[in-house]
T-cell receptor, first 114, second 110 residues
């Protein structure tokens, strides 16, 4: 079965510190995404990638960087974490092929910035 | 978001009853996905739709691209149906970007 795994699942970070959220997929999908969810709201796209060594900006990229070193791995980097970046972050993959653009999500990473 | 409006925002159902959730789109939409986020926070894909209707057990979903809306019908609601339902629209004119609604929070009561 398709699998997207995220780490860490939960993290407390200090304001101004660096945070790296990692995502690994075994779906053999070309597309990977990072979404942010704030309490009581839907998901908003931060960055995405459709091929290794390339990333694209989503709808809310400010304050975030992304890295796609291989097809399987996609990281989200907060160089200087801020209080406003407290949220749950979801990674997803899709292949835009046989299964269309169906999104497969990881379990989420809860980030608290203090 | 502005591109996808879900209604209602919250809903309480008695076990065994039926209901419908709706999404209206302000963007040209090629496909629609429905997700259930369970109380632990996990997101499960329920449907992936091109224009038309799909059914899976007690759930049925329709996507009408001409009138820019999608519905999710829940029949014979069960306690395990509780959670937040999200719809997501794939934009025709925005590099196939996917936009999410803010969700419908459903509570099924015994």
């Amino acid at each position: 079965e398709a699998a997207v795994t995220q780490s860490p699942r939960s993290k407390v970070a200090v304001t101004g510190g660096k945070v790296t959220l990692s995502c690994h997929q075994t779906n053999n999908h070309d597309y990977m995404y990072w979404y942010r969810q704030d309490t009581g709201h839907g998901l908003r796209l931060i960055h995405y990638s459709y091929v290794a060594d390339s990333t694209e900006k989503g709808d809310i990229p400010d304050g975030y960087k992304a890295s796609r070193p291989s097809q399987e791995n996609f990281s989200l980097i907060l160089e200087l974490a801020s209080l406003s970046q407290t949220a749950v972050y979801f990674c997803a993959s899709s292949d835009r092929g046989n299964s269309g653009n169906t999104l497969y999500f990881g379990e989420g990473s809860r980030l608290i910035v203090v | 978001g502005d591109q996808v409006k879900q209604s209602p925002s919250a809903l309480s159902l008695q076990e065994g009853t039926n209901s419908a959730l709706r999404c209206n789109f302000s963007i040209a939409t090629t496909t629609v996905q429905w997700f259930l986020q369970n109380p632990r926070g996990s997101l499960m894909n329920l449907f992936y739709l091109v224009p038309g209707t799909k059914e899976n057990g007690r759930l049925k979903s329709t996507f009408n691209s001409k009138e820019s809306y999608s519905t999710l019908h829940i029949r014979d609601a069960q306690l395990e149906d509780s959670g937040t339902y999200f719809c997501a629209a794939e934009a025709r004119n925005n590099n196939n970007r996917i936009f999410f609604g803010d969700g419908t929070q459903l509570v099924v009561k015994p």
